[in-house]
Every structure is written in structure tokens, then in C-alpha cells.
């Protein structure tokens, strides 16, 4: 292990999340709340542990006898590292102002807050948000928008200045099991996805304006859009407008947020043929269309009129599916089958490769085709039969991988509900306990029962937020960037 790379790249990353401070710290001052010292504070903390770290980085050379060339290189250890360590240094630095503020009173919940902004999970322990002010608020919107595509991505444009490589850090940080190099350099894809991503938040910030909202509103749901967050700035979530128009546009920019950002990439560049017939995205749509049809009859049987079934339908499972979080009316009202399917489809989550989380659809998709190819296997014994995705066969190794993330993943998601019902002090049932660990694994935030609309986290003990929050860091990490740095081998030498 590189530690004085590693060192070095972590500098960085606390270096721009402190920085990031000053367009709230904006904010703050012209709305005069009183907030510019508490983000200054925090601006000056961020800079002192990015000054830290840079000094360790030189201190005694470490490791010792290796080469200046070669030491410079990013190996997969060193990825992983700096991926993992890189959300704990930015939620470590982006929890003070919530503190400094006093949005919260326990460093414990500011950095459960800031954890989940920067998962874009979305969950929350602040109970009523009136009081909150506006700049605490806006940052509080900013870390899903900065963490939705990546810290790491965005710090990929700047690596060159520091001397290394950073096509290892892309391949441990993108969601998703197959991260494509869009361009012949990664710089350049990571520049080329934060244009797509800044497009995408500029446009529904437009059209969320035309809908009635002031530009801190559909700047703070933008960024919660299309990170798919979901964090709100009303206590009542989207719910609060009461406005179809707004329910609509949220909806078609989550469903788009969910879709993997390389068929973007297709889109813009003329190669959309190829794009709608990727199996991934058509997949990813008929579940959407077919869920949402379902549950929209569903309430229009139960006395809800169509067009608003429809649309409350679509908003939910789009928002459940993509894990973005947002609420358009209280789903715990609906019948229990429908809150099931809906928080079945968070299990599976977004498209590889978009801000979304969950186990993503492509495995969805691969895990139906090897059940497919054994019932087949099982009827013809003698049949040659291949498991294959956009008509290309995927390899024994891919397929080893996808089956051995579900069965980590479900080994994840079982320890971690045994060890928040052991530390729940007998307030969590098992139905709550489940439905945490799942919101929290899959990033998506709100669950179900004493976790679901309008109840926040703050109840919790502390040791079950810190457990939700190792669960939201795994969940957005794809698992073995967080596992990995359990075993003593990832940090020899």
C-alpha cells in the first residue's frame, strides 16, 4: 500500500469539499441568518485536515525504498483505499456545519446528515426543517448533488496536477458492475459526465421554476433529482406543492437520473438506436411502466381518481426504483402489497452506471438469464446454452461476479438487520428493522413503518445510525470498495 499517495489524493478530496463551503457561506450572507461563521469555521477545519494530510503525505516518504516513478502509479489497493476513505473524509468535513450551525446537537447525527447526502440516500434526523436555515439547507442539497456522481469522478479532471493516474479510481467508484471508458481518456469522461450531469440539473431547475417554484427551490430538489437523493427542503417533501406539473417533471428526471449515464453519452451523440435497444434500459422501463400500472389501478379502484393514481403511482415507484426518496403523498396509506412491490424495486435499484442504487438492473437482468439457461439446462441436457446481454455472451467470470455480489449482498443486508434489532434496545421491530437496513443499503432513505412517512431517523439510538451508516457507505460503493478495507491484506505493503 502507497499510503503517502493515498494521503496525498485524500487532501484533495477534503480540500474541495471545503472549499465547497463558500457558495453556501454566499447564501448565508445575503439571506443574513447568521450561518457565514458556522461555515467558516467549517471552511477553515476542512482546510487544516486537507493541510494535514498533504504534510503526511511527504512526511519520512512512505513507503520507504520504492521508486518516485513507479510509486506514482495507482494500483488497485490504492483505489480502493482512496474510494473508501474518501466518503468517511468527506462526510467527516462536510458534517460541521450542520453542527457548527446547530441544525443538529450530536456529532453523530451531523455525520449520519451528511452521510446520507453524500450517498444520496436521503434519510434524515432532522425532524422539522422550518427552523433550519436557508444556506444550512442548501448545502445540506449540495452534498447528494456532489456526491451523486462521485466525489472521486469530479476530482478526476484535477489528478493530473497531482501527478497520478486515474482510471483505477474511476473503476472502484462508478456504480455498477461494468463502468465504461467513454472517452479515450478518462479526464475527459469524467469532465463529459459532469457536463451531462450539470445539464440534466440545469434543465429540471428550468422547468421546475416554470412550474411556480422560487430558484432555491428547484435548485435544492434539482440537485436532489438528479443525484437521486431526495433530500427536501420541506418538512412535507414534494407533497408540499401540491402541483401535477412539478410531480410530473420530478418523475421524468428521476426515471432519467436511474438511466445509465453511457446511454446519455448514446443520446447526445447520435447513437441513440443503440441506446433504446440496450436490455438493460428496456428492462429498467417496463418495470417502471408495468409497476406503475399496477399500483395505479390498484388506488383507482380504491376510490382515487385516474389521472391522479397514475401520477402518484409513477412518482412512487419512480422515486423507490431510481432510491431517489422524494414523497408525493404518504404511501403508507396504500394497501400493503403495493408498499412491498415498491420497496422491492429499490432492492433492485437504477441502471449500472447511473446515480442510483440497489443491486442495479443489469444484475437483475443477468441473474434472470441464469435462471433461465439452468431451467433450460434442467429440460435439454444435452443443450449448449449461453447466458447473454445485448447479444454478447457473458463470460463465466462476469457471471461468477454478479452471483457472488447477490450473495453478498443479501449476507450483508441479513447481519446488518441481526445487528440493528440486537442494538435497537427493543424500539425496532423487525418489519422497521428490515425496512432500515434495505433504505439504507440501497440508498433509498425513507422505509416503511417507523421509518416511513413523515417519521425521520432521529429516534434511532446512536449505535443503529452508525450501523445505517456503514450500510448507506457499502450500498453506494458497490459492497467490496467498503469490504475490502476490512482485510488486512488490502493495506501490506
Not at 429 to 456: K, M, R, Y
Amino acid at each position: 500500500m502507497k499510503f503517502r499517495l493515498v494521503a496525498r489524493v485524500l487532501s484533495l478530496i477534503s480540500l474541495v469539499i471545503s472549499l465547497c463551503f463558500t457558495l453556501p457561506m454566499i447564501w448565508s450572507w445575503f439571506d443574513d441568518s447568521g450561518d457565514v461563521w458556522a461555515f467558516g469555521a467549517s471552511l477553515a477545519c476542512g482546510i487544516t485536515i486537507s493541510t494535514a494530510l498533504y504534510g503526511l503525505s511527504y512526511l519520512g516518504r512512505l513507503p520507504l525504498g520504492e521508486d518516485d516513478a513507479a510509486y506514482e502509479e495507482l494500483g488497485i489497493r490504492e483505489a480502493l483505499a482512496v474510494v473508501g476513505l474518501s466518503w468517511v473524509i468527506a462526510t467527516a468535513v462536510g458534517a460541521l456545519p450542520f453542527l457548527f450551525a446547530g441544525a443538529l446537537r450530536s456529532y453523530t447525527d451531523a455525520f449520519f446528515e451528511a452521510m446520507s447526502g453524500f450517498t444520496t440516500t436521503g434519510s434524515t434526523v432532522i425532524e422539522d426543517l422550518s427552523p433550519v436555515s436557508r444556506a444550512v439547507l442548501f448545502w445540506r442539497s449540495m452534498t447528494h448533488w456532489l456526491g451523486g456522481m462521485g466525489i472521486i469522478v469530479l476530482s478526476l479532471a484535477v489528478l493530473p496536477f497531482l501527478g497520478v493516474g486515474g482510471m483505477e479510481l474511476y473503476k472502484a467508484e462508478v456504480p455498477g458492475p461494468t463502468p465504461e471508458k467513454l472517452t479515450p481518456r478518462v479526464q475527459q469522461t469524467a469532465l463529459f459526465l459532469w457536463e451531462v450531469y450539470v445539464l440534466l440539473t440545469g434543465l429540471e431547475t428550468i422547468f421546475l421554476m416554470l412550474g411556480g417554484m422560487d430558484l432555491f427551490d428547484a435548485l435544492t430538489h434539482a440537485f436532489g433529482t438528479v443525484a437521486t437523493g431526495g433530500f427536501s427542503n420541506r418538512n412535507e417533501s414534494i407533497a408540499y406543492y401540491r402541483s401535477p406539473y412539478i410531480e410530473w417533471v420530478i418523475t421524468f428526471f428521476m426515471f432519467a437520473s436511474g438511466v445509465n449515464f453511457s446511454l446519455h453519452f448514446l443520446f447526445l451523440t447520435g447513437g441513440w438506436r443503440r441506446a433504446w435497444r440496450d436490455e438493460e434500459f428496456l428492462l429498467y422501463t417496463k418495470l417502471f411502466l408495468g409497476v406503475s400500472v399496477l399500483i395505479g389501478v390498484v388506488l383507482w379502484l380504491k376510490g382515487t381518481g385516474a389521472e391522479q393514481a397514475v401520477r402518484a403511482a409513477a412518482f412512487q415507484v419512480a422515486s423507490f426504483m431510481t432510491t431517489t426518496g422524494f414523497v408525493s403523498e404518504n404511501y403508507t396509506l396504500w394497501p400493503h402489497f403495493t408498499q412491498f412491490l415498491i420497496l422491492l424495486l429499490a432492492f433492485a435499484g437504477g441502471c449500472a452506471g447511473s446515480t442510483g442504487g440497489g443491486l442495479k438492473v443489469v444484475r437483475v437482468l443477468v441473474l434472470g438469464r441464469c435462471i433461465e439457461r439452468e431451467i433450460l439446462s434442467t429440460l435439454h441436457p444435452r443443450a449448449v446454452t449461453q447466458t447473454r446481454v445485448n447479444g454478447k455472451v457473458v463470460s463465466p467470470k462476469a457471471l461468477n461476479a454478479v452471483l457472488a455480489f447477490f450473495t453478498l449482498y443479501v449476507m450483508l443486508f441479513v447481519a446488518s438487520t441481526l445487528v440493528v434489532i440486537a442494538m435497537g434496545e427493543n424500539k425496532l421491530n423487525a418489519a422497521t428493522a428490515v425496512s432500515g437496513v434495505v433504505a439504507s443499503l440501497s440508498n433509498l432513505g425513507p422505509g416503511l413503518g417507523d421509518l416511513g412517512v413523515p417519521e425521520t431517523y432521529a429516534w434511532l439510538p446512536p449505535a443503529v445510525k452508525w450501523v445505517f451508516c456503514f450500510c448507506m457507505l457499502a450500498g453506494r460503493l458497490e459492497l467490496y470498495s467498503v469490504i475490502l478495507l476490512l482485510f488486512p491484506s488490502t493495506w501490506r505493503r
